[in-house]
Nanobody, 121 residues
Framework: VQLQASGGGLVQPGGSLTLSCAAS????????MRWFRQAPGKQRELVAQ???????NYGDSVRGRFTISRDNAKNRVYLQMGSLKPEDTAIYYC????????????????WGQGTLVTVSS
């Protein structure tokens, strides 16, 4: 199983950006797809989570500004980011938790390589 994130870049404060992540491999299903971020000198934090049955969870700092969505059939997850602030600058990682591969549940979760988002004027 591999996760490939894309869509990062430089955006001005107040702007918008959409990240996408594609999971590939012999995947039967994915329970939860998540976005994390890690800013320089800070710990990795959960940004948003979306389960296969549609339940969402957002970090306090992004709630109301970011929206997570997914295409279960294509094993893709998206993160629409709006009203971006300089403090949103970070490497954003996608994550798949509760992955069923060839009929067996994986005992660990999977991470993408990260995509850099820079919010600056």
């Amino acid at each position: 199983v591999q996760l490939q994130a894309s869509g990062g870049g430089l955006v001005q404060p107040g702007g918008s950006l959409t990240l996408s992540c594609a999971a590939s491999g012999s995947i039967d299903s994915i329970n939860a797809m998540r976005w994390f971020r890690q800013a320089p000198g800070k710990q990795r934090e959960l940004v948003a989570q979306l389960t296969s049955d549609g339940n969402t969870n957002y970090g306090d700092s992004v709630r109301g500004r970011f929206t997570i969505s997914r295409d279960n059939a294509k094993n893709r997850v998206y993160l629409q980011m709006g009203s971006l602030k300089p403090e949103d600058t970070a490497i954003y990682y996608c994550n798949a938790l509760g992955v069923k591969v060839l009929g067996h549940w994986a005992t660990y979760d999977y991470w993408g390589q990260g995509t850099l988002v820079t919010v600056s004027s």
